[in-house]
């Protein structure tokens, strides 16, 4: 099973959930989709870092 972060709901969902332009992932677990916004937080950070 598939998991998402939805975010117009701001909530884990799985698969059969909102549309995929409106949500994170696939995720293989429900803790993984829960972090998803820090991880894209992160991502973010590391590559506005890297803009030399």
């Not at 884990?12 to 820090?38: D, H, K």
């Amino acid at each position: 099973m598939s998991w998402y972060f939805c975010l117009v709901h701001k909530a884990v969902e799985p698969e059969a959930g909102c549309a995929n332009a409106e949500r994170l992932g696939p995720y293989a677990t429900e803790a993984e989709a829960g972090a998803a916004l820090e991880k894209a937080h992160d991502r973010n950070e590391t590559f506005d870092a890297d803009e030399d």
